[in-house]
């Protein structure tokens, strides 16, 4: 799949006449993670109306930039397997299920509740009894128990929608909620449409003047960013 020019605000390279047969292509090409107004003033899209409309809207299991994306995040994961997992903005449970066959414990949360329930759907339908699904609006709603921590944390398609005291209290939860040697994986298209709050590498680069964390996996090409941190031990 080529870069294309005009894949401003969806979320996959793919032209207006692609889109899925039950979105407009206006509403397609969209493609915002829920539901109040951005910095800028924009009201952002009814994903709960879209995903009751399609289960999925941006074929997130079937386009290859959904599918290469998905497997480089998978394939750079270090560790072979994860105690306590969280997933944000899961939407239809595509990367959930593949996430949990490398954790004993994985948390998904979406802000849509009929994405959770989609996400419950496939969860079950994959056998999959280590998930847990949650409604929840991060960052005021964190789906973890501040008590427990995480040994892997996975923000995909999402950091850049938030307003910037939210995007700051959503890395802050991250980082307090990691376990020492956990991992914490950042993966976003790179871009620029008009609802970006912050671009995607000054996003990640905030990662990376956190304390305590360190680099191990980097790769952006011409569609998407993706780092990989690891909370050091003391």
Request: proline share 6%.
């Amino acid at each position: 799949m080529h870069a294309r020019d005009d894949r401003t605000l969806c979320r996959k390279p793919q032209d207006a006449d692609e889109a899925a047969p039950c979105m407009q292509p206006r509403a397609r090409a969209q493609r915002l993670r829920c539901g109040r107004p951005t910095s800028r003033g924009r009201p952002m899209l009814d994903c709960e109306a879209i995903y009751r409309k399609c289960p999925d809207p941006w074929r997130v299991r079937t386009d290859w930039y959904e599918r290469r994306k998905r497997g480089l995040l998978i394939g750079s994961l270090t560790q072979p397997r994860y105690g306590r997992a969280l997933e944000l903005a899961c939407g239809n449970g595509a990367m959930t299920c593949v996430l949990a066959q490398r954790c004993d414990d994985l948390i998904a949360a979406d802000a849509a509740p009929t994405a959770v329930l989609l996400t419950e759907q496939a969860v079950r339908e994959e056998g999959l009894a280590n998930v847990r699904v949650a409604v929840a609006r991060v960052p005021a709603q964190w789906p973890a128990q501040e008590d427990a921590g995480l040994d892997l944390i996975v923000v995909s398609e999402l950091a850049y929608y938030l307003a910037p005291h939210d995007l700051a209290q959503l890395l802050a939860q991250c980082a307090a909620s990691l376990n020492q040697g956990g991992e914490w994986v950042m993966c976003h298209f790179v871009k620029d449409f008009p609802e970006r709050t912050r671009s995607t590498r000054d996003i990640h680069a905030d990662v990376d003047r956190i304390p305590g964390l360190a680099k191990v996996v980097s790769h952006q090409d011409e569609l998407f960013q993706l780092d990989v941190w690891r909370k050091q031990t003391s």
